[in-house]
């Protein structure tokens, strides 16, 4: 069983930035990716990146340039360093682990973004 705790939510004005950590219970070593993934009010969940055990990521193109997944094996954690932040942005977001066929989610940290 994994379990994934977000942190790192908040309040930020247009163009400021904020990290997200996502603390993963279990070896992270036995996860083949983490990714975040966010909802905003009235859409469809969405990827925002993702990362391979490998280190490989990978970004949805509105995010590209802004932000930056990595992952911390020592200390079971994968972060999201968001940059020059909009109002678009605005959105519940959710880390989520994959290990073989299963699939995890957290409960999500919100994220707001004012103008």
């Known amino acids: 069983q994994v379990q994934l705790v977000e942190s790192g939510g908040g309040l930020v004005q247009a163009g400021g930035s904020l990290r997200l950590s996502c603390a993963v219970s279990g070896s992270i070593f036995s996860i083949n990716s983490m990714g975040w993934y966010r909802r905003a009010p009235g859409k469809q969940r969405e990827l925002v990146a993702i990362i391979s055990n490998g280190g490989n990521t990978n970004y949805a193109d509105s995010v590209k340039g802004r932000f930056t997944i990595s992952r911390d094996n020592a200390k079971d954690t994968v972060y999201l360093q968001m940059n020059s932040l909009k109002p678009e942005d605005t959105a519940v977001y959710y880390c989520?682990?994959?290990?073989?066929?299963?699939?995890?989610w957290g409960q999500g940290t919100q994220v707001t973004v004012s103008s």
């Open positions: 989520n682990a994959v290990r073989g066929i299963y699939i995890y």
